[in-house]
């Protein structure tokens, strides 16, 4: 069997994440981030899922997203309603999980051409 490497048509490759950091191209990175399939926001402000607001999206919808991942970390944690509201309001998807399960999401969405922003909370 011939296997041939295929390299995303992408800038911003999430090569996977986790409770503590993620991996984005070659880079780990230690702290919360926003990520699209050619953008990469480093240094996100938000480190507790639990205590966003609303504004906390705003670097999310300025990629303008049909679909926002939310990466809680270690563990799966529920957003404020407002929040979860938000998204609703602007006719956007919004999926909340852990940080691994966001990754695998992300890179099959994003393999699709999907426009698919995630954000990675790190605390």
Do not use: H
């Not at 996977?16 to 991996?23: C, I, K, R, T």
């Not at 480093?42 to 670097?59: H, I, K, N, Q």
């Not at 809680?72 to 309001?89: E, I, R, S």
């Amino acid at each position: 069997m011939q296997l041939n490497l295929e390299r995303p048509d992408y800038t911003c490759f999430l090569r996977g994440a986790d409770g503590e950091s993620a991996l984005v191209n070659d880079r780990r990175l230690t702290s919360s981030f926003v990520i699209a399939p050619n953008t990469l926001v480093e240094d996100w402000l938000v480190r507790d899922a639990g205590a966003m607001v609303a504004g906390d999206l705003d670097a999310l919808f300025a990629l303008q997203p049909e679909l926002v991942l939310l990466g809680t970390g270690a563990k799966q944690l529920f957003p404020p309603a407002v929040v979860m509201a938000a998204c609703l309001q602007r006719g956007i998807g919004m999926e909340i999980m852990t940080n691994a399960a966001a990754a695998r999401t992300y890179s099959v969405l994003a393999g699709e051409g999907r426009r698919v922003v995630a954000g990675f909370v790190i605390p």
